[in-house]
């Protein structure tokens, strides 16, 4: 019986084998030359074979020329050949010329490097196609697409088979129909409609690249019986295909912005579905520019509130279309800090480019649209956000700026009296805004308001009239326009140009002096071409200013270039060589020649500068210079700033003996070159060497006293005469590892050779680390070759600390120290403040003092240190307690009732909400993972409220590990959106989440802190695996009831896991069970969750009913009541007066809440009979532990029996 059956499967095998592979079975009576040879195939199109002249005249003489580079040891070239051929007749069709060409030398001139390869040359400008060449249907889409086709500031010509592909592929295209070119050939023009189609051509490429943004495809057709088919007319004429629907354009087509704006309000008009239409960034500003009423929304997708904004929108989308309003929307962060826009969803209104920001309800769609038709009807000055007016300044565009104080009586009655002359500034081309803005106000010198300033180019010119007349400041505005006149400003407006303009020419003069006023006259005629060349020019009278700048002689001309100083050293009479001078400058780079003043000026502002020392009388000097012109546009685009100045004096309070010699600074920070200045390549090497790698710098004696007493903090390592390879060149090369680090602890680390200075502080060997804290050396006396044990000591506390004195830190070592140290006492102060001094040496008093309970006393006075640390005056003391700062109100002179007042901080328990300044809630949402911050203002009354009921929860907080806060940092809570007070924002590693229940039920507010800590939790923890395509999904309260009681566990969600599992056959609806996940013995008590699987509908012989689950009355009323009473982060059903339990973790409960599980049921497969068997062969296995002979040979016949019902069912069914 066996061996019959083996007999029949091994036949069985044979003949499906055969039937597998028939190409490769030949029968008997198929004998060799018994059949004639089939006829060899006609050849298809051919791709032609071209040569390099045949390739250069063919681009020469065709629009459109696709070529496939191919070589001789190409192993898929002729296969993907194979393939192109099959396009050929189509690319013909299309009016697209196709060749190929085997040139290695002419491919690489076109950036082909690998074979096969395909360029597409349009107009012989080549694209390379990246796509699949085995795919001919991409390539011939690519082809003939538009895309392809487009090119930069051209409108492309196509055919009409093109053509209709375009208007097919292409939602939005603009065609342009022309005379054939028989009729109009190119450059004559001797028939009208040639003319006119010539100019509406030239006029309309004006504005492809705008319709290109947009997402409207443009191209020209010459084609007359094309046009007669449409009925044009005559031409020239415009057709706008939308979704194939065609439009015809009745206005000027010289007009080229006119169409454009037809063009896009026909863009979504008459569609069925018609939303507002979403654009990018650079679309928006095309808009901007090109439409005269424009709506923007700036919103986020996935934020709720902009979703249901952009709902009640759309309801106004087409009222809006209806009176010339075009509305569109946009979804970029980035765009809307541009324009100013600090929370979003927001709407903003462009007239005629000039923004109004809308500040009403914007869930009042009505009231929008009554806001935007009012917009439409009345003139009044516009708002705008300090962006804004940015970037209208530095568009260059004529502005009347009002700064005011929207609070203020006098403002108010001001801007009264302006919107009477709104409209005649429009006329003369003036644009009036208006903007409420006390810190950009500052930036322009502005310290009252009302104040207004004109804006010509980007250069400010302050009206010092009275603002309530009117009629006089009209008459003003429309002089500044007509006038061509030099600009007067200011030395705030000065400084401000400077930073903000590329290019200005200041003019230094005196107007009481007769020279000046004959120079002024001269520069008024080249005011103009200065304009032209895009070069400000303004001219101020301040001796002081002039000073600055190192100009001690009245009148002079300097052109600053991106901030640097040119000095003009030719004849101020002869404007027309100082018009070459600017212009040149403008155009070729130049190492600029500037005064020692300039030179501290831009070594206080400029963070990469290289200064030459030279002397201009000397001739190898002057040839050094030459050779270093040569580096200066490299240096420029690495960001390094290269200057010149001749001045000896200058060069010896650097220490220079002999010159030319070069210093580059970095922060400030000198260090000198010690190579050939002959060799340029040698200096811009090593100049970018010190930009981009941590060097300790090598200084002069004269630089290094400079910086001993300019810094707090200097390392020297004094090296002694000192040749490459020597011991001390090795020691410094080792040193280099550690001064990143010193770097970032704000201590400088410099080296010198000269031994003047060493022998001053005591060093009597070499080499030798002398550490200077506030000028008092410390030598080092360990092993100098193990940089950490350097390191550690230079940033040790004890080193650090001179003893019975405050030491004087700055930023950087302040920053570290409050991250380092738990207690701090700070002092801020401005340097040269007497008052200050008198403070700082009664506070010496208390300095060991406050050493012996081991709290910091630190001193600091850095440039803009209360702004760094949101101070509200200096001078200034405060406490830190963990970065925590408390700020003493009391008398600085009393150092007995500081010291009082230290101690309590030191010793009292933090059991209040911390309060925070900027810069340390800034810090804070860096650092700390979970953190809670509470924002409120002065002004809000139920604030101390409800911050009084949340000081209930600090404690609980902390046991969490939440880290909670409060800030009356208005300004920052506006730059996160947050407008209305009080808020509470829960920031986990950084990113907030804005809490928007009941802030003065405490217990709601902890219990919403824990859940979105454990939330962060689960979510890392339960990652999605693409391997298993399980997920997890919360159930709720773990399956226990929701209904607060003497059981109710908070936060006890646990979720469960859903797996995908086989059905089978005869199941139609699956019944889904949920079963527990189980554990090991050992892990019987932790429930980590669940798994779904379909239930099998196949009852099985040992299966029990399933008992129901005995549920109390207790239970069941709580089941019952979990609808009406949950306890999610709404607030629907919460009441403020009900108290809640006091929230705790109790162990988690067993035994009779927990619910049955169903037993895991058996995965079948898609045949009953092959489950069975597997099933009992995988019993069998496990009792005998080993597989044997004859349940393989069963397993295996039940295979071959599978394969072969599969096969012949398949066979039946091709029948």
């Known amino acids: 019986m066996t061996f019959t059956r083996m007999k029949t499967l ?176 190119p450059r004559v023009m001797d028939k009208q409609q040639c003319r006119k189609c010539a100019k509406a051509l030239q006029e309309l490429e004006n504005i492809d690249d705008e319709a290109d943004q947009l997402g409207i495809g443009f191209v020209k057709i010459h084609d007359e019986a094309l046009a007669d088919e449409y009925n044009l007319g005559s031409l020239p004429a415009l057709v706008y295909y939308r979704h194939q629907t065609p439009i015809i354009y009745e206005g000027e087509l010289q007009r080229e912005e006119d169409v454009l704006e037809w063009l896009v309000q026909n863009k979504s008009t008459g569609d069925e579905d018609d939303v507002i239409e979403d654009v990018t960034t650079k679309t928006l500003s095309t808009l901007i520019s090109n439409i005269d009423n424009l709506v923007v929304l700036f919103y986020d997708h996935g934020n709720d509130d902009s979703m249901t904004v952009l709902e009640e929108l759309e309801q106004i989308d087409d009222d809006c279309d209806k009176h010339g309003i075009q509305f569109v929307k946009i979804d970029d962060a980035k765009a809307a800090a541009e324009y100013g826009i600090e929370s979003i969803p927001a709407i903003v209104y ?56 929207n609070n203020d009586k006098k403002s108010q009655k001001v801007l009264e009296e302006l919107e009477n002359i709104d409209d005649e500034c429009d006329a003369l081309g003036i644009t009036f805004v208006k903007i409420d803005n006390p810190e950009e106000a500052v930036e322009y010198g502005i310290n009252k308001v009302p104040k207004l300033i004109y804006f010509e180019k980007g250069i ?100 600053f270039e991106r901030g640097i100083p040119h000095i003009y050293e030719g004849d101020l009479m002869k404007e027309d060589e100082l018009l070459g001078w600017l212009v040149h400058q403008k155009r070729y780079s130049e190492i600029p020649e500037v005064t020692d003043e300039m030179k501290d000026k831009l070594v206080e502002n400029t963070e990469h500068l290289a200064v030459i020392f030279y002397d201009k009388e000397d001739k190898q000097d002057m040839r050094i210079l030459n050779e270093l012109e040569n580096i200066d546009d490299e240096l420029e685009k690495e960001g390094i700033v290269i200057v010149r100045i001749d001045n000896a004096a200058e060069a010896k309070e650097y220490g220079l003996d002999h010159l030319p010699a070069l210093i580059y600074f970095e922060n400030k920070i000198p260090a000198l070159y010690e190579g050939d200045l002959m060799n340029e390549d040698e200096v811009l090497e090593w100049l970018l060497v010190q930009k981009k790698t941590a060097t300790i710098e090598e200084v002069t004696d004269e630089i290094l006293v400079n910086l001993i007493n300019e810094h707090e903090y200097v390392v020297v390592f004094f090296t002694g005469p000192c040749e490459p390879g020597e011991k001390c060149d090795n020691t410094l090369s080792a040193l280099e590892s550690i001064d990143d680090e010193l770097d970032e602890a704000g201590i400088i680390f410099v080296t010198t050779e000269d031994t003047g200075i060493a022998k001053k502080y005591g060093v009597k060997s070499y080499p030798r680390l002398v550490f200077f804290r506030n000028r008092d050396p410390l030598h080092f006396t360990g092993d100098l070759e193990d940089e950490d044990e350097v390191l550690s000591w230079i940033t040790d506390e004890e080193t650090l600390e001179i003893p019975g004195k405050i030491e004087e830190v700055n930023v950087k070592m302040l920053d570290k120290i409050l991250a380092e140290n738990d207690h701090v006492v700070v002092f801020f102060y401005t340097e040269g403040d007497k008052k200050a001094q008198k403070i700082l040496n009664e506070l010496e008093n208390i300095d060991d003092e406050c050493e012996e309970k081991d709290i910091d006393f630190v001193k600091t006075s850095d440039q803009d240190i209360d702004k760094e640390y949101d101070l509200p005056g200096l001078p200034a003391l405060a406490f830190y307690r963990h970065k925590f700062r408390t700020i003493y109100t009391g008398d600085l002179m009393k150092e007995e009732a500081i010291l009082e007042w230290v101690i309590d901080l030191h010793e009292s328990t933090a059991d209040v909400i911390e309060s925070v300044d900027r810069k340390t809630l800034q810090v804070l949402i860096n650092d700390v993972e979970h953190l809670a911050v509470f924002f409120y203002d002065d ?110 566990v908070p936060n006890d969600y646990k979720p469960f896991q859903c797996c995908p599992t086989k059905l089978e056959k005869s199941t139609k609806v699956p019944k889904m069970t949920a079963q527990r996940i189980t554990h090991s013995d050992g892990d019987s008590g932790k429930r980590q969750g669940g798994n779904f699987q379909f239930a099998s509908t196949t009852k099985t012989q040992n299966a029990k009913p399933t008992a129901k689950p005995v549920v109390n009355k207790k239970q069941a009323k709580r089941v019952q009541d979990a609808k009406d009473d949950d306890d999610d982060d709404d607030d629907d059903d919460d009441d403020d007066n009900a108290p809640l339990v006091k929230v705790s973790y109790a162990n988690k409960r067993t035994g009779s809440n927990k619910p049955q599980s169903a037993k895991k049921p058996k995965v079948q497969d898609d045949d009953d009979d092959e489950s069975t068997e597997v099933e009992k062969s995988k019993k069998s296995s496990k009792k005998s532990g080993k597989l044997n002979v004859k349940t393989g040979i069963n397993f295996f016949q039940n295979r071959l029996k599978n394969i072969y019902d599969l096969i012949f069912q398949d066979i039946s069914l091709w029948e």
């Open 460 to 559: 400010p010119t302050i009206y010092e009239g009275n603002l309530e007349d009117e009629e006089k400041l009209l008459k003003w505005l429309e002089e500044q326009t007509s006038s061509d006149q030099i600009e007067d400003i200011t030395d705030e407006m000065l400084d401000l140009i400077i930073e903000k303009m590329p290019h200005v020419a200041v003019l230094f003069y005196d107007k009481d002096q007769k020279k000046s006023q004959k120079i002024l006259a001269e520069l008024e005629n080249i005011d103009d071409e200065c304009d032209q060349n895009d070069i400000a020019f303004v001219k101020i009278d301040d001796d002081k200013e002039a000073k600055e700048w190192g100009i001690d002689e009245i009148p002079s001309i300097v052109l």
């Open 350 to 405: 462009f007239e005629k480019e000039i923004p109004n920001v809308y500040d009403g309800d914007l869930m009042d769609e009505e009231q929008i649209l009554r806001w935007l038709l009012a917009q439409l009807e009345r003139d009044e000055i516009e708002d705008v956000t300090d962006e804004m007016l940015d970037t209208m300044i530095k568009e260059g565009r004529v502005l009347a700026v009002l700064f005011y104080d």
């Open 10 to 185: 091994t036949l069985l095998v044979c003949t499906l084998l055969a039937l597998s592979f028939p190409g490769y079975v030949n029968c008997a009576n198929n004998k060799k030359g018994s059949q004639a040879p089939s006829a060899p195939l006609e050849p298809e199109a051919v791709i032609e074979e071209v040569n390099a002249k045949q390739l250069e005249k063919l681009l020469a003489d065709k629009d459109y020329v696709a070529v496939f580079w191919y070589a001789r040891s190409c192993v898929t070239c002729d296969k993907v050949l194979a393939e192109l051929e099959k396009i050929d007749d189509d690319t013909d069709s299309f009016g697209v010329d196709f060749v190929k060409i085997n040139d290695k030398r002419l491919a690489k001139q076109y950036g082909i490097k690998n074979f096969p390869a395909l360029t597409y040359f349009r107009e012989k400008e080549p694209i390379i196609y990246d796509g699949d060449l085995m795919d001919e249907e991409g390539v011939l889409d690519f082809l003939t697409s538009l895309e392809a086709m487009d090119l930069p500031d051209r409108i492309e010509e196509v055919n009409a088979k093109i053509l209709h592909k375009i208007i097919e592929d292409t939602d939005f295209v603009a065609v342009l129909f022309c005379p054939d070119h028989e009729t109009c050939p």
């Open 939 to 1048: 002004e809000c009354e139920t604030c101390p409220g409800i911050l009084e009921e949340l000081e209930n929860i600090d404690d609980d907080t902390d046991k969490h590990g939440i880290q909670f806060v409060k800030s009356n940092d208005v300004k920052l809570a506006h730059e996160i959106g947050i407008f209305a007070f009080p808020a509470l924002v829960y920031y986990e590693t950084g990113v907030p989440i804005m809490y928007d229940g009941n802030l003065k039920n405490e217990n709601r507010v902890l219990q919403w802190l824990i859940n979105q800590k454990n939330m962060g939790k689960w979510n890392s923890k339960n990652k999605f695996q693409k391997d298993d395509e399980c997920f997890y999904v919360g159930l709720g309260h773990d399956g226990h009831s929701a209904k607060r009681g003497n059981n109710y």
